[in-house]
């Protein structure tokens, strides 16, 4: 473990304790321009993990879903406070901090760390992928009737586009539960599940989760098989689905 991936966990683990002060404890909640939720929890996660950065990595740009930018250069951190913020304000546990490091534009190393759980994902290029200090890998399902697929919203995979496909795709497979956000696919990663689905995701909900997926040997890719990150999406967010390999030629399959 390189020492910025040491220091990227510290600060992560650090920011998502802060939001356990307001966890199930009937946190004020205010929507954004685009309807999303926030909470004072969300704010000062952010703000915690962006002063810490400033002080172990002076004048490094920043990327937040509350804050925006700060900085410039071919480096830059990228921060989710709390992924799954109507998971945390409906006092369920499946939420996390996320926090990546990129290097001209793609991540090297990334953390997923879940405060009510006590669970940290992370993942460094070329060095494979942990939770809570143990390896981890995805799992094939072998036959379609023994994979678990994961997804967020049914209303999301509809408003998106995406519902036909998430049907056909589902339809043989064990069983379809929407642990959403980044918690299905750190069970991808982990090989708790075999695939996990989002229709619409922003660059602070993927850039941490990415390197984690990869390096457990999983694929992480557009609907059409292309490169998240690259984008394809008219209204500039990204998509995500992250499979085991052995999915992968389904799921083009039921996305084309």
Sequence with gaps: MTPRLAKAIEIA?????????HFQRGVDVVLKGDESPVTVADKGAEALIRRKIAEMFPGEEILGEEE????????????DPIDGTKSFVSGVPLYSTLLAYEVEG???????????????FYAERGSGAFMN?????VREGGDLNRCVVCSGSMQSLKKYGRLEGMMGFSEPMMAHRTWGDA????LVASGRVQAMVDPVVSRWDVSAVIPIVEEAGGIAMRFDGGDVLDGSRPDGELELLSLTPGLRDFALECWS
């Design 106 to 120: 793609r991540p090297v190393l990334g953390v997923v760390y879940f405060p009510a759980l006590d669970e940290v």
């Design 13 to 21: 683990v650090e920011g998502g304790r802060t939001t356990l002060e």
């Design 183 to 186: 918690y299905g696919h750190m």
């Design 68 to 79: 925006g930018q700060a900085g410039t250069g071919d480096t830059r951190w990228v921060v």
């Design 133 to 137: 200090g143990r390896q981890i890998a």
